[in-house]
């Protein structure tokens, strides 16, 4: 009788791993006069907004921080401007890691005679 007792006293006794609660994480990559911010959420779905300029440089540096965090492909890519320190390592960081979705704001045309820009 004390047996089972002791068992049962025993398995009341160890902890139950709680469910681990995830927050919002924000990793501010520096692109050395560029941007480029890596979003993940509790969900795990993470969210990129612009990726910095051309070459290998910041591309493998967004490419270790997404690795950090856990990702094995970016889930939303956000390009906010066509200025080339937004968006010039976008071809490098795709051959690192998956890019699932792709937004930007289009392709501005500029007038000659308004000096306006304005999307295709």
Not at 2 to 17: D, F, I, S
Not at 87 to 106: E, N, Q
């Amino acid at each position: 009788m004390r047996l089972p007792a002791l068992l049962l006293t025993l398995l009341c006794a160890v902890p139950v791993a709680a469910e681990e609660k995830k927050s919002l994480q924000i990793a501010f990559i520096d692109t050395e006069g560029g941007a480029a911010t890596l979003i993940v959420t509790p969900a795990g779905e993470s969210v990129l907004i612009d990726c910095g300029n051309p070459g290998t440089r910041d591309a493998e540096r967004i490419h270790a921080a997404a690795k950090a965090l856990g990702l094995e492909a970016i889930d939303h890519l956000a390009i906010t401007h066509w200025h080339l320190d937004h968006y010039g390592s976008l071809d490098r960081l795709a051959k690192l890691i998956p890019i699932r979705h792709f937004y930007d704001r289009g392709i501005p045309t500029v007038s000659t005679r308004t000096r306006t820009t304005s999307p295709l």
